[in-house]
């Protein structure tokens, strides 16, 4: 006979689980004798990873699905643990990244009926009326597990939901006397992936991917957007190949990865809207907003043809883009296709045209570097920092193998464009709205690639968000090493831009007056990490960043993480 929590246990070790991201509570008391037991025993079972701050723990879980596309589980306390991830699990619903967010629940004897009874305090008070409201939003799927002699069959459910394309978070929850409980062993089934995993998009029909084939050779001027496209390396490797053979102009809007490496002469920035002008057919791939429809003129005369894990958006209750075809696939095998036909039937005209193309995407290419060589050159003053010769200093010192996650937000455009990134994963992001996620991604990043320098970049607003303390406590206790740059300009310049967009001429402009200024006698973000045996320095002349940046590598490379505070200049 054993508790339920032991077939939990099992169940996520059949599920090919790593890591269990938590923050435990008394509702995990089975939980823990559990996994005391299996230790004792020498039974393989994930590792658990304690995060001080749940917000840490779901996107650590996010980082480590972006780099592997394998889900894991975080283990949560009641309700109030779930609302401390709640805007994890919303980033990571509109990332489409897949975890299994499970929670204790209060107990629901309260007079010792049962094994786990009510014994606490707040056993009485963390036991609201519908605890998953607080991420339904955000979910692909809910339970609540009230027996253990299900526990193997709901969590490999929860997991097929969780990786099934599109993928997403699923939600858990564990009431406390239900993990209580004891089965035998026949009794509790196991349930393999080969007959309940599960479902993967695949490519289309031959006589759709011919359409989009013939539409391209036709084309004189076709473009392509795309944001998350290059959560698989495959889909960039497809994706540029495609490009050079048809001569397609790639744009990104709002990354949450690298869809095209920056030195394809094919790629074309970061403003699709401008390039629609000229444009006579739009590749839409994977990608959730291609553009903002205030700031773009609508061309009824172009066809825009759409190839995405989720083309409908179901989970956006307003889209409004016109799209002329629409396909539910991977992107990844849909253009492998195309290139296929396209390679067996253009001629040589065909080629020749595209050639033409290519050369003047070369000149635009080499007119865009010019332009950011020379806004890197501009260095900036002391305490007003450029954030354009940072990064540019910062990309001088990193490889094509290591990773950046931007929320750098209002300085963005400087992380994207001055931080050369050639390969696949190695820019991320989030789809999400909720700030304070990069410092959690960048310990799931290192987690999954010990092996590559690992660097946040992200304003003093979102610094705060990310519960800096929890971060560089995991940090330094399981020997994750990152790199965190830190561009503060005092406060969130894009509450103020917002209001500037909205009222330009109004009282808040006229008195610079915006409530997003972050006062305080003394700014030393890099303290945080130093408090946790990390490094830690402040930069403020533009003369010292080269310096700086290369004694906090050199801090990561030698095992401890850094915090480099960058001055950006006031709000």
């Not at 037991?37 to 590792?47: A, C, D, I, N, S």
């Not at 978070?169 to 062993?185: D, F, I, K, S």
């Not at 010019?370 to 990309?395: M, N, V, W, Y």
Request: glycine residues 10%.
């Amino acid at each position: 006979m054993y508790s339920s929590a032991h077939y939990l246990l099992q169940g996520l070790t059949d599920l090919g689980i790593e890591y269990v991201f938590s923050n435990l509570g008394t509702d995990h008391a089975s939980v823990i004798e559990e996994l005391a037991r299996w230790r004792e025993q020498g039974r393989k079972h994930p590792r658990f990873m304690l995060c001080p701050h749940e917000n840490v723990a779901i996107h650590m879980a996010a980082g480590y699905a972006a780099m592997t596309g394998k889900g894991q589980a975080v283990m949560v306390h009641v309700d109030a643990g779930t609302a401390n991830a709640a805007m994890g699990m919303h980033n990571m619903f509109r990332s489409r990244l897949p975890v299994m967010l499970m929670a204790g629940r209060a107990p629901g004897t309260v007079r010792g009926e049962l094994p786990g009874s009510r014994d606490n305090y707040v056993h009485f008070v963390q036991d609201p009326f519908d605890m998953a409201s607080l991420v339904r939003p955000y979910v692909k799927w809910e339970y609540s597990l009230s027996t253990g002699i299900n526990a193997r069959e709901v969590v490999r459910r929860g997991h097929s939901v969780m990786q099934s394309d599109p993928p997403g978070p699923v939600y858990l929850t564990l009431p406390r006397e239900a993990l209580t409980q004891e089965w035998a062993e026949d009794q509790v089934k196991a349930f393999g992936q080969d007959r309940y995993g599960p479902v993967a998009a695949g490519g289309i029909d031959e006589a759709r991917a011919a359409q989009i084939a013939e539409a391209l050779m036709r084309a004189e001027r076709p473009m392509a957007v795309t944001a998350y496209l290059g959560r698989k390396a495959e889909a960039v490797q497809a994706l540029e190949e495609l490009a050079l053979l048809c001569g397609i102009r790639v744009f990104e809007f709002a990354p949450s990865y690298l869809g095209i490496s920056r030195d394809s002469p094919c790629f074309g920035g970061f403003d699709p809207g401008a390039a629609q002008a000229d444009a006579d057919l739009g590749l839409l791939l994977d990608v959730d907003v291609p553009w903002l429809p205030k700031y773009v003129a609508e061309r009824p005369d172009m066809r825009w043809l759409h190839v995405d894990v989720d083309p409908i958006k179901k989970d956006f209750p307003m889209w409004g883009f016109a799209t002329d075809m629409r396909v539910q696939a991977d992107c990844a095998t849909v253009l492998r296709q195309v290139i296929d036909i396209v390679r067996a039937r253009a001629g040589k005209d065909f080629h020749e045209r595209v050639r033409v193309r290519l050369d003047d995407y070369r000149a635009q290419a080499k007119a865009r570097a010019d332009a950011l060589s020379q806004a890197a050159g501009k260095r900036g003053a002391r305490g007003a920092i450029s954030p354009a010769f940072l990064c540019a200093q910062l990309s001088a010192a990193l490889s094509q193998d290591d990773v950046v996650i931007n929320e750098a937000i209002r300085n963005a455009p400087a992380v994207l464009g001055h931080i050369r990134r050639t390969r696949p994963l190695t820019l991320l992001g989030t789809a999400g709205g909720g700030l304070g996620y990069s410092g959690g991604m960048a310990l799931g990043v290192k987690l999954a690639r010990p092996d590559a320098r690992v660097v946040q970049v992200v304003g003093d607003g979102g610094f705060h968000f990310g519960t800096p303390t929890s971060v560089y406590d995991v940090a330094q206790r399981y020997r994750l090493p990152i790199l965190t740059v830190v561009l503060d300009n005092g406060g969130w310049q894009a509450v103020k831009e917002a209001v500037l967009r909205v009222h330009p001429d109004g009282s808040a402009a006229d008195t610079d007056e915006f409530h997003a200024r972050l006062h305080g006698e003394t700014r030393r973000f890099e303290l945080v990490a130093q408090a946790f045996g990390g490094h830690g320095e402040t930069v403020e002349d533009p003369d010292d960043v080269p310096d700086a940046i290369a004694r906090c590598l050199r801090a990561v490379d030698e095992g401890r993480a850094a915090v480099l505070h960058v001055r950006i200049g006031g709000i």
